[in-house]
């Protein structure tokens, strides 16, 4: 298949993957096979090809915003050709504290799609079933993409919001303020300080971190979670 892989080792602007013929996945246990139909370019993905974040992994294929059509290892309820999403959290260990009380991600040994394992700029990819996003075929692949990174952003951050009372933001950047003004946050529920150096635990901002066991490690793309309690 051809596939645009990065060799780990940052070079001029512009001239980060190498577009090569490379093996088509295996099927694993667990897993479904992919053939992409769309993936989108995230600043995460950047970060990695510009060396930002370290290198994991040689000739790694980057890409977490993954629409594809399931063609191998099909189940009942995932099918084969039916549509699916692959998001940057491709895997958790299910174990770990975090996991254990419904914050996959900040995992302790977590799998990311287009950085510890390879991602969507191919022809095919490999997901964990179980980490995918049933998507109706209907919907226009290309369209469908972005929202499979700062649109679940956005879609959580409103869900909590209506559950809740309170704006709940995985981490302060200009993409979480502007998925929650188009997925319709109510302005009393967004956050009142959006500017970075706002974003950090000060009482007169009302902001706390959620609790978490000392010594975790935060992980790159994870975002701690802060609460901003309703103004009204």
Known sequence: ????????????EGNH??????????????????????????????HIVEGDLPSLRPNLIPGHQIVGEVVDGGTDAIPLGSQVGVSWMGGTDG?????????????????????TVDGGYAEYALVRADFTFP???GLDAVHVAPLLCAGIIGFSCAQESSASG???????????????????????LR???CS?????PTSSHGVRHTERPPQSSMQ??????????RLH
């Open 1 to 12: 298949m051809r596939a645009a892989v990065y060799n780990g080792i940052p070079t001029a």
């Open 17 to 46: 993957l190498r577009i090569e013929d490379v093996p088509r996945p295996m099927l694993q246990s667990g897993h479904v096979l992919l053939r992409v139909i769309a993936c989108g370019v995230c600043r995460t993905d950047l």
């Open 95 to 115: 174990d770990c504290w975090f996991c254990k009380h419904q914050m996959e991600n900040l995992c302790d040994h977590p799998v990311f799609t287009g950085y």
């Open 135 to 137: 998507i109706p075929l």
């Open 166 to 188: 309170a704006c709940v933001l995985p981490e302060y950047n200009r993409a979480n303020v502007w998925a929650c003004s188009v997925l319709g946050v109510p302005p009393h």
């Open 191 to 193: 956050c009142p300080f």
């Open 196 to 200: 970075p150096g706002d974003a950090r």
């Open 220 to 229: 790159p793309g994870s975002g701690e979670r802060m609460t901003v309690p």
